[in-house]
């Protein structure tokens, strides 16, 4: 009884490709977030999404785009992948303060 | 600039003591702070979340208290005991900013010994 979910768990690929790791969460909550996870488990936020606003962190490269088709749905596509671009990616949710994590998605570039 | 700072990057304590963990914050005007548990290889856990107006909350062996003049939070846990041995990160909410953007510290981890 998954209540945020990611996939793929693990990811690697080569520079330049294009990949996308796919979010769900069966808590009904009305927001949804993207954070990374750099080698020195400094948690930043990329994005948060509900239906009337998205708000993009200044520092994320125009590479990464959220992409959400209901409510219950935030994917995160990544194109042409940079090895900096090599952390762990949560994707949580919320409705009121406390946000619920998923488990990660660790991704590797080579 | 913008700063939050976790007192150690890992604090090792005897089980049965209390551990006592510092998240300091620089150029901030927090609306509210919260604490969240990371195990190895997996997402944060949410624990514990304290307002601008409050000076402490408990949840059992957790207690948190907030300093808005030392922009300061303490974090407790009385009665340590090994599986409580994991990362504690803090995270603040701006009161300018969007209502639900928390901002992180980079954590302590914890190790309670037998």
């Known amino acids: 009884d998954t209540a945020v979910s990611q996939t793929p768990k693990y990811l690697v690929t080569q520079m330049g490709n294009d990949k996308s790791i796919k979010c769900e969460q069966n808590?009904?909550?009305?927001?949804m977030y993207w954070y990374k996870q750099d080698s020195k488990k400094f948690l930043k936020i990329m994005f948060s999404?509900?239906?009337?606003?998205?708000?993009i962190n200044e520092t994320v490269p125009n590479r990464f785009s959220p992409k959400s088709p209901d409510k219950a749905h935030l994917n995160l596509h990544i194109n042409s992948l940079e090895l900096g671009d090599s952390a762990v990616y949560f994707c949580?949710?919320?409705?009121?303060?406390?946000?619920?994590f998923g488990p990660g998605t660790r991704l590797t570039v080579t | 600039s913008q700063k939050i700072e976790q007192n150690s990057e890992a604090l090792n304590i005897q089980e049965g003591k209390t551990a006592t963990l510092t998240c300091n914050y620089t150029?901030?005007?927090?609306?509210?702070l919260q604490w969240y548990r990371q195990d190895p290889g997996r997402g944060p856990v949410f624990l514990l979340l304290?307002?601008?107006?409050?000076k402490e909350k408990r949840k059992e062996r957790l207690k948190v208290t907030f300093d808005t003049t030392l922009k300061q939070s303490l974090f407790h846990i009385t009665a340590s005991q090994p599986a409580d041995s994991a990362t504690y990160l803090c995270?603040?909410?701006?009161?300018?900013?969007?209502?639900?953007?928390?901002?992180f510290g980079s954590g302590t981890q914890l190790t309670v010994l037998p």
């Open positions: 949580a949710s919320s409705t009121h303060y406390e946000q619920y």
């Open positions: 808590l009904g909550h009305d927001t």
């Open positions: 999404y509900n239906n009337k606003e998205l708000i």
């Open positions: 150029n901030y005007s927090p609306a509210y």
């Open positions: 304290i307002r601008e107006n409050e």
């Open positions: 995270a603040l909410v701006e009161s300018s900013g969007s209502a639900r953007q928390l901002t």
